[in-house]
């Protein structure tokens, strides 16, 4: 298994060996992977998104290669939702705001990637499962993206499809935290900050990151009402064709430990 760079760096001071863990919004798998990798005992990948699912399965069956950072089935699945290939992972297919776990059941909570696609209601109820499903002692570790400097031009493209989704789904599709507030809200929830470290400065939104968020864009843009649609879905081709790809921003990684 292929682990990110940014994912062994963010679990490269926790104690993950032998541990019970949740990968909180499994997405191409990056954290599931360097759990695994790491020698963790359980891993519950945890995602809302079937593709995501089936994405992290074969992922951790060394099929697929997806490293990126962004954010039908395989015939080695079980019924359950696990991966024959690995009896140590559970793939299930949940909200994270309702996780199906029991209560102080996981040693170690990842959410790689995580915060920026929850809104403020959303990501408080996350908070709460996680604080919930977390044993005592239990490690958090949580990495994400800081707000996108004034002048950065993929920040426009956010705002574009941020409008597309709001108009479609009455909520945005990104939402960037800042390191201090996130430190805030879990402290808030019994959370003991112990570390925060830079990822990644500047941030590389490769072609294919813009490709994906101007898609999506366009995907959303789609459900509107037709003439602010197409404005949308214009604007957001016209955007990505202008950045081609732009390094910005800052990824950062906060750990947290649950008092015992």
């Known amino acids: 298994m292929n682990v990110p760079e940014t994912v062994a760096t963010a679990l490269d001071d926790r104690e993950v060996a032998g541990t019970r863990c949740l990968e909180a919004g499994a997405g191409a798998g990056n954290a599931t992977a360097g759990l695994l990798a790491n020698g963790a005992a359980r891993v519950y990948a945890v995602t809302d998104d079937s593709e995501h699912a089936r994405t992290t399965r074969r992922r951790v069956g060394d099929v697929g290669d997806d490293t990126d950072d962004s954010g039908g089935g395989d015939s080695n699945d079980t019924d359950d939702g696990t991966d024959s290939r690995d009896d140590r992972l559970a793939v299930v297919e949940a909200d994270l705001r309702a996780v199906p776990l029991p209560d102080d059941s996981v040693d170690l909570i990842t959410a790689h990637g995580l915060c920026n696609v929850l809104d403020p209601a959303a990501l408080s109820a996350v908070a709460e499962e996680f604080s919930r499903v977390a044993a005592a002692g239990a490690r958090l570790v949580v990495d994400d993206y800081d707000p996108l400097p004034d002048g ?107 008092p015992r």
């Open 152 to 258: 950065a031009a993929i920040r426009e493209l956010f705002a574009v499809e941020n409008a597309a989704s709001e108009l479609a789904r009455g909520r945005p599709a990104l939402t960037f935290y800042p390191a201090a507030f996130l430190r805030r809200l879990f402290a808030g929830r019994g959370w003991e900050f112990e570390r925060e470290r830079t990822l990644l400065e500047p941030v590389p939104w490769t072609e294919s990151h813009v490709a994906a968020h101007a898609d999506e864009a366009v995907s959303m843009a789609a459900e509107c009402p037709e003439g602010a649609g197409d404005a949308l879905a214009a604007a957001s081709r016209g955007l990505a064709s202008e950045i081609g790809s732009e390094s910005v921003g800052r990824m950062y990684s906060l750990a947290f430990r649950l």
